[in-house]
């Protein structure tokens, strides 16, 4: 258990050092080492410890050594039957990953549970940490095809456009604001997380309706939109034809959708 918990600290501590940028690369790294050290010392104590298995393979998965965490994680599913909903839906999730397999999305619970344990920090993490800036470069690339459309139609058939959008995966409402900017009047938004809605409704992002489930549950019979935005949301899943399917039956004429997406990450960067 002494282990275990010191692990648990380790963790603690280098997410205050990343977030802050207070520590050299070479310390993140060797605090790093120092984590995994703890847990493997915890598992030769108690090899079937559960949990000391799980933070195993997510960090090694993170490090990027891949045998070593589908192991670990292999090792915690065949010994935690009846455990966390959460942490199982992850270990297999990352699972496939690691073996080259695609799923069809990133399992719910996995998705919420990360998502809900992460709402209080995300947006200072997002921003001033990683400098994020997908919702911005998404912005403005809907200006300039709001322009474009613009300058295509004859002047008796000027649309209005961005009246009324759906934010697929609008977590703490990044991107409210931006959309708000671009003219939209009706402002609706999805999350699997309701601990990151929670923060978009106290943040006061300008969002009309705030749903807590799937991506497709925003499109019911009743509604049309003519703007459709995934922010940093199809990374999670795998196969996008239903998301996309129910977006294009819900889009009114000269409707949208935009989205964002990831290149694979350069030789010691993040993903792009």
Excluded at 176 to 182: E, N
Excluded at 184 to 201: I, N
Excluded at 203 to 226: A, N
Aim: hydrophobic share 40%; aromatic share 6%; net charge negative.
């Amino acid at each position: 258990a002494a282990w275990y918990n010191c692990s648990r600290a380790l963790s603690l501590l280098l997410q205050e050092r990343e977030e802050s940028k207070s520590a050299s690369e070479d310390e993140l790294k060797a605090l790093e080492e120092e984590k995994l050290n703890a847990l493997r010392k915890a598992l030769l104590l108690k090899p079937r410890h559960a949990g000391c298995l799980y933070r195993l393979g997510m960090s090694l998965r993170e490090r990027g050594d891949h045998r070593e965490a589908t192991q670990a994680l292999e090792d915690f599913l065949a010994l935690d039957a009846v455990g966390s909903a959460k942490r199982q839906a992850g270990a297999r999730h990352w699972l496939a990953v690691l073996r080259g397999e695609t799923t069809a999305t990133a399992p719910a619970e996995y998705v919420a549970g990360l998502f809900d344990g992460y709402a209080e920090r995300f947006d200072k993490h997002l921003v001033e940490t990683l400098e994020y800036r997908t919702p911005q470069l998404l912005a403005e690339e809907l200006e300039q095809v709001k322009a474009v459309i613009a300058a295509e139609s004859s002047d008796a058939d000027q649309p209005v456009l961005f009246q009324r959008c759906a934010d697929l995966g609008c977590g703490t409402g990044l991107m409210g604001p931006l959309l708000k900017d671009l003219g939209v009047e009706h402002l609706e938004g999805v999350d699997l997380s309701s601990k990151m809605l929670q923060v978009a409704r106290e943040k006061q992002r300008g969002y009309d309706v705030l749903l807590c489930g799937d991506l497709v549950e925003i499109f019911d019979e009743t509604k049309s939109f003519d703007l459709v935005v995934a922010a940093d949301v199809f990374v999670y899943l795998g196969d996008l034809s239903s998301v996309l399917h129910a977006s294009a039956a819900r889009l009114a004429r000269h409707g949208v959708v935009a989205f964002s997406t990831e290149a694979p990450p350069r030789s010691g960067g993040a993903n792009e």
